[in-house]
């Protein structure tokens, strides 16, 4: 049976071979049988994402492979881009922004390794009232002799009930998440940072109010590829969550990091222009954005919308009061 546990060593994951830092959460798969992620992974040397048409670039990846890709960026790796080698030279750049341009792109390559592995921790928004969702059983911790994680200490002291399992809960309907996140380059990292950290602890409430999400979130540019015609738009998004899938919110918090635009966003946008076999340059295009900040819902389509403005200063009251709105018209 397979168990949650710390690693205490770094490992290969059994599943997609991606490497397992020491401490991270893993799934034990038994007596010399190795671990695997937690989280949903996929083997695979190139990632999967779906092309939409052939009349546009739109581009969608799993944050799962992107979590990946971005681990082998990281490392100076660039063997999955292969239809178009100039994009070699633009990877190189941005692993080169990554390195020495924190104070840019939001974060160091090992703090956003560690996010990846361990998650981006914050708490929920302030004032958001979980009540006006419908009411729910709290889940509660249990100590038994069969459950979801091994306490090794509480094993090796011989006690019979060495593991604890949470009990499971209900969740709420669906909601349908559909973020924007797109900054030109002399937008400040303070202004992205906490438009991503705002992200995160939205995204967070959801969670703690057991909202079950579909969550995507998309870098729309303009003339990303420099043989289109001039204004050509392509879309990038990121499939964070899947509808009903049962992942924990450490698991895909990372895209949400104060480095998730300009690190694992940018991955991915280098990821598509190779799906494409386009070349992208260094400037990976023009954000294509609203006029500003905003979050909105879609009742229709049950769809909670929020999109950024490419300009300097967050307005992170104005943006949680809307969200607040927005809960409330949900509940009814």
Sequence with gaps: MQKIIASRFPAKCKKCGGSIAAGERVYWLGNKQGVRHIHECVKSEMPTPSKVSSDDYSFTMKFTELRETYKRFATGDFSQLKRESRNLRTAEGVLSSWKDMERWTGCTIPEMSDWLD???????????????????????????????????????????????????????????????????????????????????????????????????????????????????????????????????????SAMFSPGGFRGLTFAAILTAADFHGKYVDSGLGTPVTESDFNVSYDPDSNTLRVVNGNRAGFPEFEMTEKFKAVLDSISG
């Design 118 to 252: 361990r998650g981006f921790i914050v708490d929920g928004l302030a004032g958001v009232d979980s009540s006006l969702f419908p009411a729910k059983p709290r889940r509660k911790l249990q100590y038994s002799e069969d459950g979801d994680e091994l306490l090794l200490d509480l094993a090796w002291s011989g006690v019979d009930e060495h593991f604890i399992e949470w009990e499971k809960r209900d969740r709420n309907p669906g909601l349908k998440v559909e973020i924007e996140c797109a900054f030109s380059a002399s937008v400040d990292i303070e202004t992205v940072s906490k438009y991503q950290v705002w992200l995160a602890r939205m995204l967070q409430s959801l969670d703690e109010a057991a909202i079950d999400c579909e969550i995507d979130i998309t870098y729309r540019g303009r003339s990303c590829y420099p043989d289109d015609p001039y204004g050509k738009v392509s879309s990038h998004k990121v499939r964070v969550k899947e509808s009903g899938e049962a992942s924990d919110f450490a698991a895909w």
